[in-house]
T-cell receptor
Framework: EAQVTQNPRYLITVTGKKLTVTCSQN?????MSWYRQDPGLGLRQIYY???????DKGDVPEGYKVSRKEKRNFPLILESPSPNQTSLYFC?????????????FGEGSRLTVL | KQEVTQIPAALSVPEGENLVLNCSFT??????LQWFRQDPGKGLTSLLL?????REQTSGRLNASLDKSSGRSTLYIAASQPGDSATYLC????????????FGKGTKLTVNP
């Protein structure tokens, strides 16, 4: 089954404790992206990747890092999480360049930073 | 600034009614527009993708139209059902610069039995 898989789905952590949210897709998509969703603000792009070893900032990249060492994986790293990073996070992928492909989303990862 | 707006923010209709959800965007230079459905606590499910060269797309009871010149898209849902209750999001991929997909804030649809 074609899918985008995120882990963990739920996480409660404390300020400053590094964490990684993994994202994996099995559709051989070139394009992958991370979003956060907050009440009243909607979905905002954090980082995106056009292909292996190619990443770029979205609208709200501060406090986050990403890497794209393999085509299928695009982890989101919070080096020193803060309470304002409490949010619902989504990973997405699409075929080809992002400008044409249909975007597929993971189920989301709800993160709480205390 | 490239923005996407969805009005109304919420809509409640009786079962069986045909309805239209609206999406407007500020720049006509787009690659494509995609409609999603989001159930509470869940991820986004893609409903329809319209490329900039297309005028409409259909899938079952859903029909999405695109008018680039006026910066508008509509999602038409025929014979609505309680199972259609969800938040519907419109997302636009604008040309130029980053590969950014800009989302509207969604319309929360409730279909009452």
């Amino acid at each position: 089954e074609a899918q985008v898989t995120q882990n963990p789905r739920y996480l409660i952590t404390v300020t400053g404790k590094k964490l990684t949210v993994t994202c994996s897709q099995n559709m051989n998509h070139e394009y992958m992206s991370w979003y956060r969703q907050d009440p009243g603000l909607g979905l905002r792009q954090i980082y995106y990747s056009m292909n292996v070893e190619v990443t770029d900032k979205g609208d709200v990249p501060e406090g986050y890092k990403v890497s794209r060492k393999e085509k299928r994986n695009f982890p989101l790293i919070l080096e020193s999480p803060s309470p304002n990073q409490t949010s619902l996070y989504f990973c997405a992928s699409s075929y080809g360049k992002g400008n044409t492909g249909e975007l597929f989303f993971g189920e989301g990862s709800r993160l709480t930073v205390l | 600034k490239q923005e996407v707006t969805q009005i109304p923010a919420a809509l409640s209709v009786p079962e069986g009614e045909n309805l239209v959800l609206n999406c407007s965007f500020t720049d006509s230079a787009i690659y494509n527009l995609q409609w999603f459905r989001q159930d509470p606590g869940k991820g986004l499910t893609s409903l329809l993708l319209i490329q900039s060269s297309q005028r409409e797309q259909t899938s079952g009871r859903l029909n999405a139209s695109l008018d680039k010149s006026s910066g508008r898209s509509t999602l038409y849902i025929a014979a609505s059902q309680p199972g259609d209750s969800a938040t519907y999001l419109c997302a636009v991929r604008f040309q130029g610069g980053s590969e950014k997909l800009v989302f509207g804030k969604g319309t929360k649809l409730t279909v009452n039995p």
